[in-house]
Every structure is written in C-alpha cells, then in structure tokens.
C-alpha cells in the first residue's frame, strides 16, 4: 500500500517549492517595476503574476502529468531534439549562469554593504557558499526536510516582517506613472514578468519536486501529480503575496531614491530607512537564503538529470557542477549577462510554447504532428532573438519589426499561433481521410 502524505508534509513540500523559486531576481525585480508603475501598480503587478507565477505553475503541472521531467515533457519532439533541447535548459539554468549567478548576486546585496568589495572576499564568500549549497544537494530526499521545514520559514519571517512593514508603514505616497507604464500597465507587467525566466527554472525544478515525494514514500504516479500540482498552489499563493507586496513597496519609495534605481537598491534605501542597520542585516539573510535555495534546487535538478545521462553518480554531478559554477561566479556578474543573456531569450520562447503544447496535447492522438512544426518555428525566431541580444544582427532596422509586439521581444507569438493553428488543422483533415478511407 502506497504511503500518502500528512497535510503539513504537503505544506513543507509547498514551502520548498515556494524556496526554490523566489531567487534574488525575484526580490529585487518587483520594487523597480513597483516604482516606475505608480499609481499603475495593481495592473502592472497583476500582469507581472500571470507570467511569473502562472507559467510556472503551468510548468510544473504540464511536467507533473508526464512524470515530473523534462526528458518527459519533449518525447514527442523525437530523441535527439528533446534531448539537445534539455541539455540547453539545464546548462543555461545551472552551472553556466542562473547557478552561478545566485552567489555573486547574493554576494553584491548581502555581503558587500558590510565589507570591502575585492575578489579575494568574492572568492571567500563563493568558497563558503557553495560549500553549504553542495551539502543541502547531496540529498535529494532531504531537501523537504531542509529547506521546507527549516531554512524556508527563516526566510518566511524574513520576508513577512519586509512586507508588512512596506504594506502598513510605507517611505511615502505612491510615485506618479512613468511615461511606458501611462498606457497598457497591464502588457508591460505581462511582459517584464515573462522576462523573470522562471519557467525555465520550473522545468528543471520539476524532477527535484517528484523525486522529493517518492523519497518520502508515495508510489503511485497519481498522487506524485497530486502532490505536485498541491506543492505548485502553495508556492504561488506565496509567491504572490510577496510580489504584490514588493510591488507596493517600490510604488510607495519615490521620496527614497532616484527614478531608475534598482531593485536593490529600493530594497537597501528602504530598510535602512526603516530598520536601520537592523534592516539591511535583515535584507542580507533574506537575500542569501533566497539565493542559496534557488541554487541548491538548480544544483539538484542537474545532479538528477546529468547522473541519468552520463556514466557519473548523482554526487560527482553535484560536486563537479558545483565547483565550476564556484568558478564561473568569480568571474563576476557583468561578464555572466553578457554571455548568457542571449542563450536564455533564445530559449524562453521554446519553454513557454513547449509547456502549453504539452498541456495542449495531452488530447491528441500524434501530438508530436503539432509540437514538431510549432516548435521549429520557435526555434528559429528564439535563435534571431538570441542573435540580437548578443549583437550579432540589428536589433531594429530589419523585416522582423513589421511583426506584432517585436519591440516587447514577442516577435514570435503571431508566427507561432498562425504555425499552431495550421498544423491543428493539417492533422484535423489527415484524420478526417483516415476515417473516411476506414469507411
């Protein structure tokens, strides 16, 4: 008989989902938007959630019905496209930026205000912190008992005593609209949201999560998507409050700083102004628990993923990624934009479609007719994309503007929606001549 989980292990799951995600980025993108927003703020925010909290969410219940891993997810593309395809997803998303970048992020925000900035205190500081990161990953099965019942709530208070104090003693009255956000809040929300990555990250973080549920007993795929697909809720919900809740803090701290600050450094100007030295004391451990637990959920995901496909133990894959992604922070966080930047808007296109053609094609009988043509043509507007981003071609000036919302970098949705729609209906009319001739 098939062991089920008590309501708050479900809950602790919910809490480490909850963990994995909410990375420095998270923190810190939200009072920039809040702040440029204004007055603006709740349709903005509410644009911004649909993106970063509902695709993600989506992600994880479209790898949840398929068995929790992406390997699962992009069978229908054929082998070695699905495989090429993860590969890319959990290198961008592990040891050659998203990884990396958690330290030297959490480093800048939370060590730097209290030290000398030099690369000996970088590389300390790395040497430590990837030190308790290797250690959290070593066991996947713990990761429940780890981070959702003990480094989880740390971080909770944390950002509960952050938010509450932004939601009911805010710097000051919330700033007038800047000019982008006068008209269509809800689509620049919608689109800076998409630009958070955090469906890649859910597509990596999806195994981590099934794999935690089976160590703790449950066997029967059934309740792995339940518990999963409960994890996911618990997550967004929190989520959610936190964004709303840094949302407000950054539309209420014009009087504190500059029009184009930062997320960092609203959150810095605002706590010291609030809590003083206590404040920013209490940033630092949000932020390094934050990052700490997005990388070890990284790290996890790829040990999970790389020991299954290369003749390695779980463990090699972890110290080995671990240690380069300890090197690869050291080269500091300029230098990880530049590289990655066009890798990761190369393929967020790709994340995004594949997830919505899997929960698609759940009722097709060939769903790999749709998914093949559909996501060719993805591929091919991600690689343009990618190569504007990294200069290769013009960013304007070429035929690709003409196409709808190409200035948001979604020149590629009208070409894929038009790419859908005719393969559903090639595939409409294939089985349509089957059936006939059957007759």
Same mark, same amino acid.
């Given at each position: !008989?098939?062991?089920?989980?008590?309501?708050?292990?479900?809950?602790?799951?919910?809490?480490?989902?909850?963990?994995?995600?909410?990375?420095? $980025?998270?923190?810190?993108?939200?009072?920039?938007?809040?702040?440029?927003?204004?007055?603006?703020?709740?349709?903005?925010?509410?644009?911004?959630?649909?993106?970063?909290?509902?695709?993600?969410?989506?992600?994880?219940?479209?790898?949840?019905?398929?068995?929790?891993?992406?390997?699962?997810?992009?069978?229908?593309?054929?082998?070695?496209?699905?495989?090429?395809?993860?590969?890319?997803?959990?290198?961008?998303?592990?040891?050659?930026?998203?990884?990396?970048?958690?330290?030297?992020?959490?480093?800048?925000?939370?060590?730097?205000?209290?030290?000398?900035?030099?690369?000996?205190?970088?590389?300390?500081?790395?040497?430590?912190?990837?030190?308790?990161?290797?250690?959290?990953?070593?066991?996947?099965?713990?990761?429940?008992?780890?981070?959702?019942?003990?480094?989880?709530?740390?971080?909770?208070?944390?950002?509960?005593?952050?938010?509450?104090?932004?939601?009911?003693?805010?710097?000051?009255?919330?700033?007038?609209?800047?000019?982008?956000?006068?008209?269509?809040?809800?689509?620049?929300?919608?689109?800076?949201?998409?630009?958070?990555?955090?469906?890649?990250?859910?597509?990596?973080?999806?195994?981590?999560?099934?794999?935690?549920?089976?160590?703790?007993?449950?066997?029967?795929?059934?309740?792995?998507?339940?518990?999963?697909?409960?994890?996911?809720?618990?997550?967004?919900?929190?989520?959610?409050?936190?964004?709303?809740?840094?949302?407000?803090?950054?539309?209420?701290?014009?009087?504190?700083?500059?029009?184009?600050?930062?997320?960092?450094?609203?959150?810095?100007?605002?706590?010291?102004?609030?809590?003083?030295?206590?404040?920013?004391?209490?940033?630092?451990?949000?932020?390094?628990?934050?990052? !700490?637990?997005?990388?070890?959920?990284?790290?996890?995901?790829?040990?999970?993923?790389?020991?299954?496909?290369?003749?390695?133990?779980?463990?090699?894959?972890?110290?080995?990624?671990?240690?380069?992604?300890?090197?690869?922070?050291?080269? $500091?966080?300029?230098?990880?934009?530049?590289?990655?930047?066009?890798?990761?808007?190369?393929?967020?296109?790709?994340?995004?479609?594949?997830?919505?053609?899997?929960?698609?094609?759940?009722?097709?009988?060939?769903?790999?007719?749709?998914?093949?043509?559909?996501?060719?043509?993805?591929?091919?507007?991600?690689?343009?994309?990618?190569?504007?981003?990294?200069?290769?071609?013009?960013?304007?000036?070429?035929?690709?503007?003409?196409?709808?919302?190409?200035?948001?970098?979604?020149?590629?949705?009208?070409?894929?929606?038009?790419?859908?729609?005719?393969?559903?209906?090639?595939?409409?009319?294939?089985?349509?001549?089957?059936?006939?001739?059957?007759?």
């Amino acid at each position: !008989m098939t062991k089920t989980l008590r309501p708050l292990d479900v809950l602790a799951l919910g809490f480490m989902t909850f963990a994995l995600f909410l990375g420095a $980025g998270n923190v810190i993108f939200p009072p920039s938007a809040g702040l440029a927003a204004g007055e603006q703020m709740l349709p903005t925010a509410i644009g911004f959630l649909l993106t970063a909290v509902g695709l993600p969410l989506l992600t994880l219940i479209a790898l949840a019905r398929v068995g929790g891993g992406l390997a699962e997810l992009t069978s229908p593309l054929g082998y070695w496209p699905g495989l090429l395809l993860s590969v890319a997803v959990y290198l961008a998303i592990g040891p050659l930026f998203a990884t990396p970048r958690t330290a030297v992020v959490s480093y800048e925000l939370g060590v730097v205000p209290f030290v000398q900035d030099s690369w000996q205190a970088l590389l300390g500081y790395s040497t430590l912190y990837f030190a308790a990161v290797i250690f959290l990953a070593l066991k996947p099965g713990q990761l429940v008992d780890r981070v959702g019942k003990y480094i989880t709530p740390i971080l909770l208070i944390g950002l509960v005593l952050l938010g509450a104090a932004a939601t009911f003693f805010p710097a000051g009255e919330m700033a007038s609209v800047a000019p982008d956000y006068k008209e269509g809040a809800l689509v620049k929300g919608f689109l800076q949201g998409y630009l958070t990555m955090d469906t890649l990250g859910a597509l990596v973080y999806g195994i981590v999560i099934t794999t935690a549920i089976r160590d703790r007993g449950v066997g029967t795929e059934r309740l792995i998507t339940r518990y999963t697909v409960m994890a996911a809720l618990v997550a967004a919900m929190g989520l959610s409050l936190v964004y709303f809740a840094l949302f407000y803090l950054g539309s209420t701290s014009s009087a504190l700083v500059g029009a184009d600050a930062n997320g960092g450094e609203i959150l810095s100007a605002y706590v010291q102004f609030r809590f003083g030295t206590a404040g920013s004391l209490l940033l630092a451990v949000v932020i390094i628990l934050a990052c !700490m637990t997005t990388a070890v959920g990284l790290l996890t995901a790829c040990g999970e993923f790389f020991s299954k496909l290369l003749p390695f133990s779980y463990a090699q894959v972890v110290w080995a990624f671990g240690v380069f992604s300890m090197l690869v922070a050291n080269q $500091g966080l300029d230098s990880l934009i530049k590289v990655s930047i066009p890798v990761l808007v190369g393929l967020y296109p790709l994340a995004i479609v594949l997830v919505c053609l899997s929960l698609l094609g759940q009722r097709l009988a060939r769903p790999q007719n749709i998914m093949r043509p559909v996501m060719l043509v993805t591929l091919v507007f991600g690689v343009i994309d990618g190569l504007k981003a990294a200069g290769f071609i013009p960013a304007e000036g070429t035929w690709l503007d003409i196409l709808p919302l190409a200035g948001q970098s979604l020149g590629w949705l009208i070409p894929v929606l038009v790419t859908l729609l005719l393969a559903i209906l090639i595939e409409y009319l294939r089985l349509g001549r089957l059936v006939t001739q059957a007759d």
